[in-house]
T-cell receptor, first 111, second 116 residues
Framework: DAKTTQPNSMESNEEEPVHLPCNHS???????IHWYRQLPSQGPEYVIH???SNVNNRMASLAIAEDRKSSTLILHRATLRDAAVYYCILRDVKGTYKYIFGTGTRLKVLA | SAVISQKPSRDICQRGTSLTIQCQVD?????MFWYRQQPGQSLTLIATANQGSEATYESGFVIDKFPISRPNLTFSTLTVSNMSPEDSSIYLCSVHSRTGGTDTQYFGPGTRLTVL
């Protein structure tokens, strides 16, 4: 399974945009990029995913580099409720549906 | 989406005993997974619970220590056997779901286990 690298922690001010980076230099052509987040004392929850093109949904945007070796999760206006650990995960569309979690980025939002 | 419940939500156990954790889903799902999250750490996949056959374990996890049952498409159990303090973790189950062409996993709230 291809691995991902994320910063251990980041801070943001409330109501400002947040850019969470993820490096996946060994990504294969059939790997989807998934982002999940884990709020305190909860199981992880789905945020967004993509393959090649940038993606938007109600929670966030996902910007994928042209060579697909990195991606960035964008929270347009961080709120205190966005404080969580954010995980970037690669899933091979040809493989099993299991996820291999990396260390994730702990996002702290300052009021 | 899928709603997942786990029982118990937390437990404190003595060394050498075993605990069985239950995972119930509100709809039929093909793929179920069990994860462990040690204090302050990320999630580590223990095994894939296969309906009607033996679970598929990841490297470092064995059936004797973590026996898994999957009697139907909505239920699974994970047993942590012969526990030691090193087994103190949060144990989470998850399910794969394909909704609107999107493959996602839904996670349960976790079971917090403390072994004394």
């Amino acid at each position: 399974d291809a691995k991902t690298t994320q910063p251990n922690s980041m801070e943001s001010n409330e109501e400002e945009p947040v850019h969470l980076p993820c490096n996946h230099s060994t990504i294969s052509g059939t790997d989807y990029i998934h982002w999940y987040r884990q709020l305190p004392s909860q199981g992880p929850e789905y945020v967004i995913h993509g393959l090649t093109s940038n993606v938007n949904n109600r929670m966030a945007s996902l910007a994928i580099a042209e060579d697909r070796k990195s991606s960035t999760l964008i929270l347009h206006r961080a709120t205190l409720r966005d404080a969580a650990v954010y995980y970037c995960i690669l899933r091979d569309v040809k493989g099993t549906y299991k996820y291999i979690f990396g260390t994730g980025t702990r996002l702290k939002v300052l009021a | 989406s899928a709603v997942i419940s786990q029982k118990p939500s937390r437990d404190i156990c003595q060394r050498g005993t075993s605990l069985t954790i239950q995972c119930q889903v509100d709809s039929q799902v093909t793929m179920m997974f069990w994860y462990r999250q040690q204090p302050g750490q990320s999630l580590t996949l223990i095994a894939t619970a296969n309906q009607g056959s033996e679970a598929t374990y990841e490297s470092g996890f064995v059936i004797d220590k973590f026996p898994i049952s999957r009697p139907n498409l909505t239920f699974s159990t994970l047993t942590v056997s012969n526990m030691s303090p090193e087994d103190s973790s949060i144990y989470l189950c998850s399910v794969h779901s394909r909704t609107g062409g999107t493959d996602t996993q839904y996670f349960g709230p976790g079971t917090r286990l403390t072994v004394l």
